[in-house]
């Protein structure tokens, strides 16, 4: 079975979910590595090609463009940045995987979804103005691929991204794409324990500008997952 490797030196997102959790590592590995910048367009055809969809449908001039405007970081976030967008993107493909998700279109808008979710953040939480972020993120991946899509999923997408507003997270999920992108969001910061989750806290503080200890941050986002729980059981198998 041929290996499609995200990046030299790595495996396959086959390999990790195949040998899953005691690969966790590995993932975690090429999570937390920040040197250098990661090739979105590889990374996501790549994993595209792991999940079996072998022809993106005129979707490959788009993840193009996407990818490289997903490479700016225009904000110079600490945290909503190009690694955690790489994080995202990998470990929803992981959980596609791992819960056999079928259908291929669905595959690609995970991965667009997943890639471009806080394109436009701003760092700062723009106050008393819910979904600022994530309006301003879908608002330009829209321009993009309007042309492409239906109005029916022109919403969904649009409700997927805000939903990723994490302090309302709703409680009740249908949508299987949506619950990928949701958990993976959370994940990020969770799925590869404490010493991990405070690192990234330590990121988000100095993105926030907070004015409290990281474990004081990190602390309070457990405690919202305490009445927001991830959606799918692969994912609270992964924590």
């Not at 041929?2 to 990790?16: A, C, D, T, V």
């Not at 996407?66 to 990998?90: A, C, E, G």
């Not at 953040?121 to 819910?130: A, E, F, L, M």
Request: aromatic share 12%.
């Amino acid at each position: 079975m041929r290996q499609y490797i995200f990046e030299k030196g790595n495996p396959s997102l086959s390999y990790i979910a195949k040998n899953w959790p005691r690969s966790k590592y590995l993932l975690k590995k090429f999570v937390l590595s920040n040197h250098k910048k990661p090739d979105f367009y590889k990374i996501c055809t790549n994993c595209l090609k792991d999940l079996n969809v072998l022809k993106l449908s005129g979707y490959a001039p788009i993840l193009k463009k996407l990818s490289k405007l997903s490479s700016k970081n225009f904000t110079y976030n600490s945290y909503h940045d190009q690694h955690h967008f790489k994080s995202v993107i990998l470990i929803s493909c992981l959980l596609a995987k791992l819960s056999k998700f079928k259908s291929n279109e669905d595959k690609i808008l995970l991965v667009i979804i997943a890639l471009t979710h806080d394109l436009n953040h701003q760092g700062r939480r723009i106050i008393n103005i819910p979904y600022y972020q994530e309006d301003k993120s879908f608002k330009d991946l829209a321009y993009i691929i309007y042309k492409k899509i239906t109005n029916k999923k022109y919403n969904r997408i649009k409700r997927i991204f805000r939903s990723t507003f994490f302090p309302v997270k709703p409680l009740s999920v249908t949508d299987d794409l949506e619950k990928i992108i949701l958990d993976a969001d959370v994940l990020a910061s969770l799925m590869f324990g404490m010493s991990t989750g405070i690192t990234f806290a330590s990121r988000l503080k100095h993105e926030i500008r907070f004015d409290n200890k990281t474990d004081v941050l990190f602390r309070g986002f457990l405690k919202l997952l305490d009445s927001k729980s991830l959606y799918l059981d692969s994912s609270k198998k992964s924590c």
